[in-house]
């Protein structure tokens, strides 16, 4: 017997793809099956290329099912398949060191100059997640001390918090940097007056030379009482920008030049660069070694969980720890995280609003929080993600389908299902033998949450009824192709133009064509048609039909298009208004 012909063969595989598509997001993969079918029909062996057909066939007609059909039927025929233990997910990793202290305390520290993207997500997400693992403490700390060349801006304090709220990481304590420079002046003046920093009036290259010669620069030897006096000169406006800087001392031979006698306070013109909350009243500001480390003794930091590009910062910190006699916090220095495809430079972003490229920061191109939580993309998926990246220490490229996987199996679960056909074109069916009426579940599986419910009555000697079907659906129709409407009835192609396809009823029941490589698409009733507007990640926008069932459908409901994607709802009035998350 032909093995396309084997009624049983072709049921083995069916079940096997279906199987598989359902544990792959819906698509199931062909050369899996050919090992699964030869390890239980050791027979076929010698007909391979013949068995690789039909599996091919059994295989493309599985795939052309929507993910909720491939699972309401393999719940529906074999339901023992499906009820295996979740696989356990993935957890932190313990902290080092973390029985060394009474409460654990982490934080994250942005500069208020943009709002924040995926690339802050890991420091924020690690950071939470080990606070409330060990029922720490949380703390958001603006670094906003550099009102000239990373000049912070008002608005995004808010948008800060706003984004830090709609990822769930609960802020304990929150501290603004720009509040705190009292604090940072009596430190750099305890280090001035044990003679562990200075204030260095050398022009920046003579200093670079004795640096890199690892020579003393002429300020560095001067005499305590020297220092002090030049310190109170920069107290009180004695110096201009650029005169004068003060360095926190480190030994004069370390390998690394950078770390030599690094910089922590200079003097800003705040008069022509004034800070946009405490104005001109500052002109000593402390460069980020010195905010930072002070402020993490003086919160009670016990782990800083930074990106690796910050360990020379961590070097030159622990000098004023050794000056002060304060101990360093634990310190986790991860590997660089990268998303291929996002756009996530800060000035970038910035640049591009101001110049029109984008319309905002929630503008759909973006990897913007605003952005993807705009799109649908959920807080607990981002989550996901780096916890399963963690705290490695080498560098991650990961691409928006990581995220996307998550966000799938979060929305799957989640969302209830609805038509969209777009570019809508006329499907014409002649000789319905009476009226159907079409259940269409919310959810395959949760049949509680009730169905849409569409009554399709045929009219006149044609006994004729008008839907509406996906342009891409009706290019893709052959002359005398059998096609399954989702939920409905099947047909078969009559005719078609560019504006109208003609079919005759072919039957009611599935079962009739579920054997064949049949096409199942989505359909609207013409006359019950709802205007719809996706709008994509690009930014363009898909126009077309919903159904009449998204008008009851509120701004931030996240659904899915069957055979479209999921989508987030953002208006819902004359037309409705979606914008596209992901398959």
């Known amino acids: 017997m032909a093995l396309e012909n084997d009624t049983e063969l072709r049921e083995f595989i069916r079940k096997a793809a279906l199987l598989n598509a359902v544990g792959h997001d819906g698509k199931a993969q062909a050369g899996a099956m050919v090992g699964k079918v030869l390890g239980e029909k050791a027979e076929l062996r010698s007909r391979v290329k013949e068995l690789s057909v039909v599996i091919n066939q059994v295989v493309a007609e599985v795939n052309n099912l929507s993910l909720s059909e491939q699972k309401a039927i393999v719940e529906k025929n074999w339901p023992q398949t499906q009820k295996k233990p979740e696989a356990e997910e993935k957890k932190l990793s313990p902290l080092p060191n973390a029985e060394k202290y009474k409460q654990i305390v982490t934080r994250f520290s942005p500069n208020p100059d943009c709002v924040l993207h995926l690339g802050s997500a890991r420091a924020i997400v690690l950071s939470h997640e080990y606070a409330r693992m060990y029922n720490g403490k949380f703390i958001l700390r603006f670094e906003d001390t550099d009102p000239k060349t990373k000049k912070p801006q008002l608005p995004f304090y808010d948008a800060i918090r706003e984004d830090l709220k709609w990822l769930g990481c609960k802020i304990d304590e929150e501290y603004i940097q720009s509040d705190r420079l009292e604090i940072y002046y009596e430190i750099v003046g305890r280090m001035i007056g044990d003679g562990n920093a200075y204030v260095c009036e050398c022009a920046p290259e003579d200093f670079r030379k004795a640096t890199l010669a690892k020579e003393a620069c002429p300020c560095r030897n001067m005499s305590p009482a020297e220092q002090r006096e030049r310190w109170q000169k920069m107290l009180s406006g004695g110096y201009q920008e650029g005169q004068a800087v003060v360095r926190v001392k480190t030994e004069l031979d370390h390998p690394n030049p950078a770390i030599r006698d690094w910089p922590a306070l200079r003097v800003i013109d705040t008069k022509k660069y004034p800070h946009p909350r405490v104005g001109s009243k500052y002109f000593l500001w402390p460069l980020y070694n010195l905010a930072a480390g002070v402020d993490d003794h003086l919160m009670g930091m016990t782990h800083i969980i930074r990106g690796k590009e910050h360990y020379t910062n961590m070097v030159r910190q622990k000098y004023m720890y050794q000056h002060l006699g304060w101990e360093y916090p634990e310190a986790i220095h991860y590997g660089r995280l990268k998303i291929t495809g996002a756009a996530l430079s800060k000035s970038k972003i910035v640049a591009g609003i101001k110049e029109g490229d984008f319309t905002d920061f929630d503008d759909p191109r973006l990897g913007t929080f605003a952005a993807l939580k705009k799109r649908g993309i959920t807080a607990e998926a981002i989550k996901k993600m780096i916890i399963e990246v963690g705290t490695k220490p080498n560098d991650v490229t990961l691409s928006w389908e990581n995220l996307y996987s998550h966000n799938r199996r979060i929305l799957d679960a989640s969302s209830n299902r609805y038509f969209f056909v777009a570019a809508p074109v006329e ?58 409407l989702m939920e409905l009835f099947n047909i078969q192609i009559q005719s078609k133009t560019e504006t109208c396809v003609t079919a005759a009823f072919a039957s009611e029941s599935y079962e009739d064509v579920r054997k064949l490589k049949v096409q199942l698409i989505q359909w609207i009733p013409k006359g019950s048609e709802y205007p719809a507007e996706v709008v994509q990640q690009d930014a363009t926008v898909t126009k077309g039909y919903s159904e009449l069932a998204c008008k009851k459908l509120k701004p931030d409901d996240i659904i899915q298009f069957e055979r479209y994607g999921f989508v987030r709802v953002d208006e819902v009035g004359e037309k409705l208004v979606a914008y596209y998350a992901q398959k």
Do not use: M
Not at 449 to 475: F, H
């Open 427 to 484: 499907l014409k069916v002649v000789g319905l033998p009476k009226a159907f009426v079409a259940k269409l579940p919310l959810h395959p599986e949760h049949p509680e949450r009730g169905v849409r419910q569409y009554t399709i009555s045929a009219s006149g000697n044609e006994k004729a009824v008008s839907l509406w079907i996906a342009q891409k659906d009706a290019e893709a129709i052959l002359q005398d192709q059998t096609i399954r």
